[in-house]
T-cell receptor
Framework: DTGVSQNPRHKITKRGQNVTFRCDPI?????LYWYRQTLGQGPEFLTY????????KSRLLSDRFSAERPKGSFSTLEIQRTEQGDSAMYLC??????????FGSGTRLTVV | QKEVEQNSGPLSVPEGAIASLNCTYS??????FFWYRQYSGKSPELIMS????GDKEDGRFTAQLNKASQYVSLLIRDSQPSDSATYLC?????????????FGKGTRLSVIA
């Protein structure tokens, strides 16, 4: 068990570009969550999956954001036409039916 | 919309003292409560979970839950400089324990050697 893995660790992009982040959950965890955290705030829920099904999306998730978990294993979060306000730490977490959420190390996005 | 409130701090305590961190939540129906620790630049890590009224102890940490008052607290005994971090209180969005979490803004704790 190597924990929740996120890639890349850091991403700097120009405004208007598209970016994609990847999350590999703990292998036996069927639930996968995406959160966003800005400085001085707690993590804010974006979306989550049970296996390959996307169960809920936050109102924070604008049309420029899309997430997938095609085979119920890894997940990707794509942001299209990035804006400076998208700069944040993007956190992925996973859990099983009876376990608490375990977080990955996060991807820090900077939009310049 | 569930809300979780925490005093942002910083809370400064001397080494060896008891640090007391507090949290209130808005949804009386919340069932599962968590304390995560987050070091600067790192991701949150779970330190305590609590589901029933009363106290739950784990080493130097004690979580306290009072559902009638919608109040959760975390006590850290014999505080160490390595405990200096931001402590995040969280509750589940849904009734089930494995639904997404709603976090407070966190309380920054500084333990002074």
């Amino acid at each position: 068990d190597t924990g929740v893995s996120q890639n890349p660790r850091h991403k700097i992009t120009k405004r208007g570009q598209n970016v994609t982040f990847r999350c590999d959950p703990i292998s036996e965890h069927n639930r996968l969550y995406w959160y966003r955290q800005t400085l001085g705030q707690g993590p804010e829920f974006l979306t989550y999956f049970q296996n390959e099904a996307q169960l809920e999306k936050s109102r924070l998730l604008s049309d420029r954001f899309s997430a997938e978990r095609p085979k119920g294993s890894f997940s990707t979060l794509e942001i299209q036409r990035t804006e400076q306000g998208d700069s944040a730490m993007y956190l992925c977490a996973s859990s099983s039916e009876r376990q608490y959420s375990t977080f990955g190390s996060g991807t820090r996005l900077t939009v310049v | 919309q569930k809300e979780v409130e925490q005093n942002s701090g910083p809370l400064s305590v001397p080494e060896g003292a008891i640090a007391s961190l507090n949290c209130t939540y808005s949804d009386r129906g919340s069932q599962s409560f968590f304390w995560y620790r987050q070091y600067s630049g790192k991701s949150p890590e779970l330190i305590m979970s609590i589901y029933s009224n009363g106290d739950k102890e784990d080493g130097r940490f004690t979580a306290q839950l009072n559902k009638a008052s919608q109040y959760v607290s975390l006590l850290i005994r014999d505080s160490q400089p390595s405990d200096s971090a931001t402590y995040l209180c969280a509750v589940n969005m849904g009734v089930s324990g494995n639904t997404p979490l709603v976090f407070g803004k966190g309380t920054r704790l500084s333990v002074i050697a």
